[in-house]
C-alpha cells in the first residue's frame, strides 16, 4: 500500500517553501489513513537522496557539521570498521547461498504444478520474508550497540551507518550488500535440497507447498538488501526494477523514504514493504519497545542517536 509522497513540490531548493498546505497534518492525524509521515516530514528529517547536486541538508543549514551523509563524521568512523574478515565471511555466504539456491531451483523444476495452492504458498513465503525482514530491521536500529562483542561491528555496524549515510549503501558492491542476508537462508536452502535428494516422490509431492513456501521465502529474504539498495538508487536503475517498484512488488524508493525520516522509529519492512502500514496502524514496533523498556529499562535507539550526534 503505496502512500503517494510527491517530494519535489515541497522543495527548498530554490528558496521557495512550498509546504504551507500541510496545516492540515495534524486535523488527520486522528483518522486511520491519516500518513505515516507528511511531504513536510520528509524534507526536514531526512537526507535529500534524489538531488544531483548531492546536497547533505536543508540549505539554511549548511556546515562544517553535517546532520547526516559521507562527511559525517560517525558514518566515517563506521565505514571504517568494515574488516577483511567480515568481507571473507560475506563471500563464503553469498557463494554458498546461490550454490544452494540453484540446486534447489533445478531440483524442484520436475515437481511444479500450477494450482492456487501454490500461489498461496508463494504470497505467504513472500508475505515472511517482508515480516522477518521487518522485524530484524527494527530488532537492530533499535536495540544493542557496535561496541557489543561479535554482533555489534559485524552485523549492527552497517545499520547505524546506513541511517546517517543513507545512500552508502548505493556505493557497496553485490558481497557487502547482500552476505548477511543470503547467510540467514544458507541452513533452510541446505534442508530443502536435503530433502529434494532424499525424500521419496510420492513424499516430495505430497510437501511440495511447503517446499515452495520456504524457497519463495528464501528468494525474497535473501534478496531483502538488494532490493533495500534499489530503494536508495535514484539514478541509473534499470527499468524492469523501476516497474516493480512502481507495482509495489518490491520496497519503492518513496514509500521507504518513510523509515528515513529521524528517528528511524517505523516502516521498518523493506522487502516489499506491504506490511507497514497495518503493522504501523496497530502501534505493533511501539508496543513491542514499550514493553521490552519496562522490563528491561534500556532506551530504544540509544545507540543509534549517540552515532548520529558524532558530527565533528
Known amino acids: 500500500m503505496t502512500l503517494p509522497l510527491p517530494l519535489p513540490p515541497c522543495s527548498n531548493r530554490d528558496g521557495v517553501n512550498s509546504c504551507d ?25 531526512s537526507m535529500y537522496e534524489d538531488d544531483p547536486n548531492a546536497n ?26 568494515y574488516s577483511p574478515g567480515k568481507r571473507l565471511q560475506e563471500f563464503v555466504c553469498v557463494v554458498l547461498c546461490c550454490t544452494l539456491c540453484v540446486a534447489a531451483g533445478l531440483l524442484m523444476a520436475k515437481y511444479i504444478r500450477p494450482d492456487v495452492f501454490l500461489l ?69 536452502l541446505a ?17 511440495f507447498h511447503w517446499i515452495s513456501y520456504w524457497y519463495l521465502c528464501c528468494i525474497f529474504v535473501a534478496m531483502t538488501n538488494q532490493i533495500h539498495k534499489w530503494s536508495h538508487t535514484y539514478f541509473g536503475l ?10 509495489h512488488i518490491v520496497l519503492p524508493r518513496r514509500h521507504h523514504r518513510i523509515h528515513h525520516v529521524a528517528p528511524h522509529e517505523t516502516y521498518f519492512c523493506i522487502t516489499t514493504g506491504w506490511l507497514n502500514w497495518p503493522l504501523e496502524k496497530l502501534h505493533f514496533w511501539s508496543i513491542l519497545e514499550n ?12 545507540d543509534d542517536m549517540k552515532w548520529a550526534q558524532k558530527r565533528s
Not at 150 to 169: A, M, V, Y
Not at 291 to 302: M, S
Open 21 to 45: 498546505h500541510f496545516d492540515y497534518a495534524s486535523t488527520m492525524a486522528s483518522t486511520l489513513l491519516a500518513p505515516v509521515k507528511t511531504e513536510k516530514d520528509i524534507l526536514e528529517h
Open 291 to 302: 514493553i521490552i523498556e519496562a522490563l528491561t529499562g534500556c532506551k530504544p535507539r540509544a
Open 120 to 188: 498461496l504458498a508463494a504470497i505467504a513465503g513472500v508475505l515472511t520474508a517482508d515480516f522477518a525482514s521487518g522485524f530484524v530491521h527494527w530488532a537492530a536500529d533499535t536495540w544493542g550497540a557496535v561496541d557489543l562483542p561479535l554482533i555489534g561491528k559485524n552485523f549492527l555496524r552497517p545499520f547505524r551507518e546506513h541511517h546517517i549515510d543513507p545512500t552508502s549503501i548505493t556505493r557497496h558492491d553485490f558481497i557487502e550488500t547482500n552476505g548477511d542476508n543470503f547467510a540467514i537462508t544458507i541452513p533452510v
Open 191 to 207: 534442508r530443502i535440497v536435503w530433502q529434494l535428494v532424499t525424500y521419496d516422490v510420492n513424499e516430495i509431492n505430497e510437501k
Open 238 to 247: 534499470p527499468a524492469w526494477v523501476v516497474c516493480l517498484q512502481e507495482w
Open 56 to 81: 547533505t541538508q536543508l540549505p539554511n543549514e549548511v556546515g562544517s557539521e553535517p546532520r547526516w551523509g559521507p562527511r559525517h563524521r560517525g558514518a566515517q568512523e563506521l565505514a571504517e570498521l
